[in-house]
T-cell receptor, first 114, second 115 residues
Framework: DQQVKQNSPSLSVQEGRISILNCDYT??????FLWYKKYPAEGPTFLIS?????DKNEDGRFTVFLNKSAKHLSLHIVPSQPGDSAVYFC?????????????FGTGTRLQVTL | NAGVTQTPKFQVLKTGQSMTLQCAQD?????MSWYRQDPGMGLRLIHY???????DQGEVPNGYNVSRSTTEDFPLRLLSAAPSQTSVYFC??????????????FGEGSWLTVV
């Protein structure tokens, strides 16, 4: 049962345009949502997060939107740059008593073309 | 500034062999965890620890063993390797058991192939 879903395995966007990466979830107990970026042969690196009590968080070129009623979040990158080409993972946090755990989506490979 | 260090980076094992993936962090983090990444599956939590002497199971713990004798180290042991354990393994650490977003740091990964 995939609680966090990224239905688009890949996305290609021209440099300078907007990239929109989508993520859906099923567990209403998730309290934080995060986006991680991963380059080949490297570990994931944190990009941006949003609390479940907010609907938008912005950091420079990156904005995350959360629609709780639809259980949907999206990451917007404006403007897209070639260095943004990577795999993007959506993750959701839930508490289990002793710690919080992250549940990851399957990732979306973003290719920013010149 | 090493952060989270994993060794080895690449390993090939024969079915039935045992091995240990090492993970060390120098940020004095209490929370450490191991994930595996498989094609089309995202990252799945294997085991985690909220401090020295305390470990717990994640989503896919079978075939793996962990212990946490120090704050810095969190090794992952494969007891009897199986081809299904061919994967990329990531160690991660965090400053507190509660994940608040930008406090989880990942190592660079260990590529394991079981033949």
């Amino acid at each position: 049962d995939q609680q966090v879903k990224q239905n688009s395995p890949s996305l290609s966007v021209q440099e300078g345009r907007i990239s929109i990466l989508n993520c859906d979830y099923t567990n209403s107990m998730f309290d934080y949502f995060l986006w991680y970026k991963k380059y080949p042969a490297e570990g994931p690196t944190f990009l941006i997060s949003i609390s479940s009590i907010k609907d938008k968080n912005e950091d420079g070129r990156f904005t995350v939107f959360l629609n709780k009623s639809a259980k949907h979040l999206s990451l917007h990158i404006v403007p897209s740059q070639p260095g943004d080409s990577a795999v993007y993972f959506c993750a959701a946090s839930s508490h289990t008593g002793t710690a919080s755990k992250l549940t990851f989506g399957t990732g979306t490979r973003l290719q920013v073309t010149l | 500034n090493a952060g989270v260090t994993q060794t080895p980076k690449f390993q090939v094992l024969k079915t039935g062999q045992s091995m240990t993936l090492q993970c060390a962090q120098d940020m004095n983090h209490e929370y450490m965890s191991w994930y595996r990444q498989d094609p089309g599956m995202g990252l799945r939590l294997i085991h985690y620890s909220v401090g020295a002497g305390i470990t717990d199971q994640g989503e896919v713990p079978n075939g793996y063993n962990v212990s946490r004798s120090t704050t810095e180290d969190f090794p992952l042991r494969l007891l009897s390797a199986a081809p299904s354990q061919t994967s990329v393994y990531f160690c991660a650490s965090s400053s507190s058991p509660g994940v608040s977003g930008n406090t989880i740091y990942f190592g660079e990964g260990s590529w394991l192939t079981v033949v």
